[in-house]
């Protein structure tokens, strides 16, 4: 049995059909029907029963395919730390998708011209993931959204980020630099990707003021959240860092201020290179200036 065998077993099992399952791998039916086979002869084992030409699983099949599936995620983790291992990047960093993509691009561009002797491998993805992966050693440091989580980890602030209530330049609150919780009141509302802390801090801000909202989208898309806004009138909230827009209008509260803080994180008891530590200085001087 091989990785192989493995992955088209789980895609048999999601598509039901094995047909459908070497249409879907871009392979012939035999080779799948082979893989399939090849697992039940070598283990005497059954992993489907065949009736009326479908495919039914047995106990046996639902026991191996919760196996396979964490089989093929270890073994693509095992794939990205070799990758991320490579000599051939000194800094493996792992960026959460709420941080400005624009500073992200400065803080790696700038780097890379000061120290021509160093290349960053970069990995965004959600906060949770990244927080995995600095975890399982794939990355050797992490910017993250608030030191939730990291308790393990040795966590730098190095910026903070305002949150504001972002509107359309066509609504009706559109010349208020500054809200009272009653702008807000019977307001629709679209939230996105912001972390849960500055929606947490929104949402019981107002719950205090009796105010209620309608949330009528949750969305995890940014720009679909902006294009909600831009074209109703929804309000949402975002970072100062993180967009920029004619299109749309920044408001502060008068009575609350929103905040949220970056870090640098990175493992305890791993040695700071001295390269890292070059890194995370550069960064936080960087930022000091902001």
Do not use: W
């Not at 396979?68 to 730390?81: D, K, M, P, R, Y």
């Not at 561009?109 to 021509?116: A, H, N, T, V």
């Not at 109703?232 to 609350?256: M, P």
């Amino acid at each position: 049995m091989t990785i192989r065998d493995l992955e088209i077993f789980i895609e048999v099992v999601k598509a039901k059909n094995m047909s459908n399952a070497a249409k879907n791998l871009e392979i012939s039916q035999p080779t799948v029907s082979h893989a399939i086979s090849q697992i039940e002869n070598e283990y005497n084992v059954k992993l489907f029963d065949r009736v009326s030409k479908k495919l039914y699983i047995t106990d046996v099949g639902l026991r191996l395919y919760d196996f396979a599936q964490n089989i093929l995620e270890q073994f693509e983790e095992t794939v990205i730390f070799l990758q991320s291992s490579s000599t051939a990047h000194n800094i493996n960093l792992g960026v959460s998708s709420n941080f400005s993509s624009q500073f992200l691009l400065e803080i790696i561009d700038e780097y890379e011209e000061k120290k021509d002797d160093v290349s960053i491998r970069v990995y965004v993805d959600s906060r949770e993931k990244i927080i995995q992966k600095l975890n399982a050693g794939i990355i050797n440091l992490a910017i993250l959204d608030g030191d939730i989580g990291v308790e393990n980890n040795s966590a730098e602030p190095f910026f903070e980020d305002e949150i504001f209530i972002i509107s359309s330049k066509n609504s009706s609150i559109n010349d208020k630099d500054v809200l009272e919780a009653e702008d807000l009141k019977n307001k629709k509302f679209v939230l996105g990707d912001l972390d849960d802390y500055s929606k947490k801090i929104l949402l019981n801000y107002l719950r205090e003021k009796s105010i209620p909202i309608d949330l009528k989208f949750i969305c995890q898309n940014k720009d679909m959240v902006l294009n909600i806004v831009k074209n109703t009138d929804a309000l949402s909230i975002g970072a100062s860092s993180t967009f920029s827009d004619n299109e749309l209008v920044k408001h502060r509260l008068s009575d609350i201020s929103i905040k949220r803080t970056y870090y640098l994180v990175y493992h305890n008891d791993a040695f700071l290179k001295k390269n890292l530590k070059n890194f995370v200085n550069f960064v936080k001087n960087k930022f000091s200036k902001k």
